[in-house]
DNA sequence: CGTTACAGTTCTAAAAAGGAACTGTCAAGC
DNA sequence: GCTTGACAGTTCCTTTTTAGAACTGTAACG
């Protein structure tokens, strides 16, 4: 398996890692969906090299996770925001997060807590099946080859 | 913020970067969830090199993600098998494999669907708010620093 | 006129990944 | 009893990525 065709493997594991699997990828969103959009902020906030940041954040727009929005003329000033396809992405930096504070945390507890503003409530997110609204959980999936995957043995989720 | 201490880093999304936060981990433990327990598998049907697979697996049995268990004695060999630690990542595996699904498919579709036992049924996985059931939004949700939070305004989710 | 802010780009050194061959234990076949 | 093959790695060397720091260009501020 070769990264530069990584978008192109009969997976969709394999296509979004090709979109934010490596570790700045992941650390930038965190930043996205805490309002951070200018490239200073990132960098300051994250202290990733800025040419890696620059790479990154091209890398989301041309992905359409993140465009790029002029904010002030002259000097012609850029920010970047999340579109939904990047706005879609919580439910990834979500149970990321999840996973963390079960199992990451420290004694002293959980960095950052969630409240729902629907309910008001602090809450954790849950995953459950759209059918039928059960959690979910791995030894209760079984998957299939869908209309997109490889003729022979070939590795896909 | 320097790779050596990111699971030190008081940030849930940080600390769990550390764990899995690089393309090879994601696909490895795609793999694993697929059922694939041994080392020549998963370096057959991934094609990393065995360097960096021998690496991997190590990682994830430091951070209990993967169990190293003796499958036959003389000569003795190990199999990598899921911990509740590592099947607690499901959620974040499906939520990937679901934005690949939902943004990165050709036309001829999803590589892989998956099956609820519990309904019989082909599903979507959705994430929804523990406190009140509502499928969650980026928008709908507001962060609070919690007992764990850094004293300053350093980055943290 | 000098300094600062912002959004990058360029350069070199260090670290990580890729690729291929090698190690060691055992079983099966000739 | 010698060779081949399976398995689970390790070692060595090359190529690619990333880190770290400095530099560029535009424009406002004092």
Redesign the pocket.
Known sequence: MR?DTLEEEPCSLARTVAVIG?R?SLLILRECFLRVR????FQSKLG?????L?DR?KKFVRYGVLR?ARYQE??A???YILTQRGLDLYPVVMSIVHWGDMHMVDERGRPLLHEHKNCGKLFDPVMICSECGEPLEAKQVHTHPGPGAPKAGAASA
């Open positions: 990264w490596d700045w200018r490239f200073e902020e990733i090299t800025r040419h890696l620059a954040l790029r002259s000097p000033r850029y920010e």
